[in-house]
């Protein structure tokens, strides 16, 4: 069996991934973008897996099956917080999402002496 076909639409897979990830602003559609960079991972494992005669048996499936569960908590995870994104701000556009603690700003007459800006 050639494993052109297979390797071609992973690659295809994940580039859609990677185009997902990148552009969308939506963070419900960032995940599935993820989920699908997951899926072209496993194509690529269960491909090596039958091709490739490995030292150990059925090795790309064992990983396949890591990368499916370790997929199944990251949507657990990240749809709580999505939740609870949610909640808080009534939107999940990600270009919303603060990514660091507000700083207060300082006034001229509440710095201290000697204080640099």
Do not use: C, W
């Not at 490995?54 to 790309?60: C, D, E, F, N, Y």
């Not at 064992?62 to 701000?89: N, S």
Request: net charge neutral.
């Amino acid at each position: 069996m050639r494993p052109v076909i297979p390797y071609v639409t992973a690659a295809l897979l994940f580039g859609l991934g990677v185009y997902g990830v990148l552009r969308r602003r939506n963070a419900v559609l960032v995940l599935m973008a993820v989920e699908l960079m997951l899926n072209a991972v496993n194509l690529v494992l269960v491909t090596a897996d039958t091709t490739v005669k490995a030292v150990l048996p059925h090795s790309g499936q064992v990983f396949a099956l890591f990368v499916i569960v370790l997929a199944a908590a990251e949507i657990g995870v990240g749809l709580a917080i999505v939740l609870q994104l949610y909640r808080l701000r009534a939107s999940v556009t990600v270009d919303d999402v603060p990514l660091a603690e507000p700083v207060p700003a300082v006034t001229p007459a509440e710095r201290p002496e000697g204080a640099v800006r």
